[in-house]
């Protein structure tokens, strides 16, 4: 499976951005997808993800509460609805295909998609 995440941009701090992540390729809807990000000079870390059927969500405690992970496995889309931005969620966030089990480490992801830039200004 291909992935390509859009809909980065620059924002201000408490403003709201939609994240996509658009899949090609056969049985998107059995993957397991996941968001990351990465901050200049800082480790990639986990964000959130869902399940195959989107029934069972896990998030990072700095998203829960603010980012919400949805997918329609009709369009092959994952989306990341994020609230209430802060500077600190800046970073290059990136949407990823797993085959087999819900994770928040970055190992067990299989596919990855180019990143998409999210800058908070404060």
């Known amino acids: 499976v291909q992935l390509q995440a859009s809909g980065g941009g620059l924002v201000q701090a408490g403003d709201s951005l939609r994240l996509s992540c658009t899949a090609s390729?056969?049985?998107?809807?059995?993957?397991?997808m996941g968001w990351f990000r990465q901050a200049p000079e800082k480790e990639r870390e986990f964000v959130v993800a869902i399940t195959s059927d989107g029934s069972v969500t896990h998030y990072a405690d700095s998203s829960k509460g603010r980012f919400t992970i949805s997918r329609d496995n009709a369009k092959n889309m994952v989306y990341l609805q994020m609230n209430t931005l802060k500077p600190e969620d800046t970073a290059v966030y990136y949407c990823?295909?797993?085959?087999?089990?819900?994770?928040?480490?970055?190992?067990?992801?299989?596919?990855w998609g180019q990143g998409t830039l999210v800058t908070v200004s404060s």
């Open positions: 390729g056969r049985a998107f809807s059995s993957y397991i």
């Open positions: 990823a295909a797993a085959k087999r089990i819900l994770s928040s480490r970055s190992s067990v992801y299989d596919y």
